[in-house]
C-alpha cells in the first residue's frame, strides 16, 4: 500500500463459483530498512471491515487507516475470488 496517500482505502472482493475468502492487512514491513519482517514471519490480521471476513459473496469495504499490506486470503472453496483495492489522494505537498 502507499504509506504516504491518505489513510481511506476502499477494497472490493469479486466471487466467481464458491469460495469462502477474508482480507486481511499486516504492519509488518519486510522491505523496512531498519525494521524489517520476513516474509514468513508476517503476522496477518483480519481486516476491520467486517463484510470482508469469512465472506462467500461479492463485498466492499472501508478502512478508515490503511495497513502496510493487504492480502486475500481464500479459507475454502473450489471458486475464485478478486481484490480490487482503492487508495484515494496522494501526499500533500
Avoid: H
Avoid at 508476517?42 to 471476513?53: E, F, R
Amino acid at each position: 500500500m502507499d504509506t504516504w496517500a491518505n489513510a481511506q482505502t476502499i477494497i472490493q472482493v469479486n466471487v466467481s463459483g464458491t469460495a469462502n475468502y477474508t482480507v486481511q492487512g499486516s504492519m509488518d514491513d519486510p522491505n523496512s530498512p531498519t525494521d524489517s519482517v520476513a516474509e514468513a514471519n508476517m503476522t496477518w490480521i483480519d481486516c476491520a471491515a467486517t463484510s470482508l471476513v469469512a465472506a462467500t459473496a461479492n463485498a466492499q469495504g472501508t478502512l478508515v487507516a490503511t495497513p502496510i499490506f493487504l492480502r486475500l486470503k481464500q479459507n475454502s472453496g473450489n471458486g475464485t475470488a478478486t481484490m480490487t483495492v482503492a487508495q484515494f489522494s496522494n501526499a500533500p505537498l
